[in-house]
């Protein structure tokens, strides 16, 4: 059987938002710890202005998530189809709209009552869930060469970064 090759732009787009979600999300956790904390604290929460880095995260998300969603429902279509996907990208979305509607004086003032944090909340449950849901189906759909796959330096002819470019126009005339 043929080992499982991915585009190489879903898989920088998708590499550096599965660097940045975590560190965004364990940040949450952080802030989560030290200013609200009414469902649980974690022992000890580290000093630092966590608000800032989360929020400086969640900047660098941004333009990530947006090129990854366009990628998704333009040459990733298909991969679109599959739940765990569709879902794991809703969360992003959800998390990060309401994540720059929210002031960041908010939670340093203890106004917890924001129904905008409440859905960011959710968002950060939903993409935790969403994420193990997500590497649930693609071990259970391709097993460990799919999910090696992803992580793979390899790039076939016709599909380097100078290709990207002719990759979406051929892909926009298809669709046009």
Known sequence: MARPYQP??????HGATALLVPLA?????????RYDGRWGRL????????IDIHGTLGVLLWPLALLFALY?????????HQPANAVAL?????????GKLMEEDWLRDGQLQHGVYGLH???WLAIALAVLWHLGA????????????????????????????????????RAG
């Open 121 to 123: 909340l959710l968002a």
């Open 72 to 80: 998704a429902i333009s040459l990733g279509r298909r991969r679109l």
């Open 8 to 13: 190489s732009l879903l898989r920088a787009l």
């Open 138 to 173: 693609v071990l259970a759909r391709g097993g460990l060469p799919l999910a090696r796959s992803m992580l793979s330096l390899r790039l076939r002819q016709g599909d380097r970064p100078g290709d990207w470019p002719r990759q979406l126009l051929e892909h926009l005339r």
């Open 43 to 50: 022992p000890w929460t580290p000093g630092g202005n966590w």
């Open 25 to 33: 999300w364990l940040s949450g956790l952080l802030i989560y710890s």
């Open 90 to 98: 809703g969360a992003l979305a959800v998390a990060l709209i309401s």
